[in-house]
Antibody, heavy 114, light 112 residues
């Protein structure tokens, strides 16, 4: 059974870069067609950030596209998220998930604050 | 973007009674491959979302059979035949047919 685990700094300064990694265990990252990042601001609903196919194709949320980069490292069996020029509005729980959304990580809280 | 509209947003239910959540999309969710990529997620307090239903009506492994999904096109429903205490949480529908994939606002199910 595939499991996912997010990791990264819990606090990022405004205008800085948020960097998160999602480690895939219990299976190969190539076993699924695509992988996703979703976030949830405090007390709010779920928002798609983007998805990456193991072919390399990527889809980004247009509202975040200019600031977001998603990548895959097959050698480490993980995929990553970077969000540049963060503001308080980027404060959220960030989840990684598998294609078809049947497996989710536990989520990691990122706070943007000085 | 496809707008997903859930109702009700708050759902108080007595233990053992049925519950029903509606989800409507602003356009048809039938994909060109013939599938309808409509999912339901349950998010218990303090937990990650969990997927009990995929492609409208398919129950995930280990999900109690009191959960069922139905619908087609733009109208979908999640039903719980007899609510139990462990069903408390927020339920989201999500469409995976048209990029940007989108979620409904969420329906908070609580015990009355």
């Amino acid at each position: 059974q595939v499991q996912l685990q997010e990791s990264g700094p819990g606090l990022v300064k405004p205008s800085g870069t948020l960097s998160l990694t999602c480690a895939v265990s219990g299976g190969s990252i190539s076993s699924r067609n695509w992988w996703a990042w979703v976030r949830q601001p405090p007390g709010k609903g779920l928002e798609w950030i983007g998805e990456i196919y193991h072919s390399g194709s990527i889809n980004y949320n247009p509202s975040l596209k200019s600031r977001v980069t998603i990548s895959v490292d097959k050698s480490k069996n993980q995929f990553s998220l970077k969000v540049n020029s963060v503001t308080a509005a980027d404060t959220a729980v960030y989840y990684c998930a598998s294609s078809s959304m049947d497996v989710w990580g536990q989520g990691t809280t990122v706070t943007v604050s000085s | 973007d496809v707008v997903m509209t859930q109702s009700p947003l708050s759902l108080p239910v007595t233990l053992g009674q049925p519950a029903s959540i509606s989800c409507r999309s602003s356009q048809s969710l039938v994909h060109s491959d013939g599938n309808t990529y409509l999912y339901w997620f349950q998010q218990r307090p303090g937990q990650s979302p969990r997927r009990p239903i995929y492609k409208v009506s398919n129950r995930d492994s280990g999900v109690p059979d009191r959960f069922s999904g139905s619908g087609s096109g733009t109208d979908f429903t999640l039903k719980i035949s007899r609510v139990e205490a462990e069903d408390v949480g927020v339920y989201y529908c999500m469409q995976g047919t048209h990029w940007l994939y989108t979620f409904g606002q969420g329906t908070k199910l609580e015990i009355k």
